[in-house]
């Protein structure tokens, strides 16, 4: 399996933007795969998964402003995230079982 990220950029608090993390050699599904975030001097953390079964969890952080969604035609998962906050601020990776994307920069700017 591999993981392509991609999406990120540079916006104004309040602002959207739509990650993307496009699956390649994955006879597996979509379903497990997550979204996580690194911030400049912290841990990487959990954001969003599309769940087996389909279901999206959230961290609470983003919980109603993020939407994970899942697109098996195009064989990519989605990250869209709305209502932008500066501490949203981080490299943000796609993840697959033990498989990590190479990430995508989000800037959020005050």
């Known amino acids: 399996v591999q993981l392509q990220a991609s999406g990120g950029g540079l916006v104004q608090a309040g602002g959207s933007l739509t990650l993307s993390c496009a699956t390649l050699d994955n006879p597996f599904g979509l379903n497990g795969i997550g979204w996580y975030r690194q911030a400049p001097g912290r841990q990487r953390e959990w954001v969003a998964t599309i769940a087996y079964g389909g279901t999206p969890t959230y961290a609470d952080s983003v919980k109603g402003r993020f939407t994970i969604t899942e697109d098996n035609a195009e064989n990519t998962v989605f990250l869209q995230m709305n209502s932008l906050k500066p501490e949203d601020t981080a490299v943000y990776y796609c993840?697959?079982?033990?498989?990590w994307g190479q990430g995508t920069l989000v800037t959020v700017s005050s």
């Open positions: 993840k697959k079982g033990v498989t």
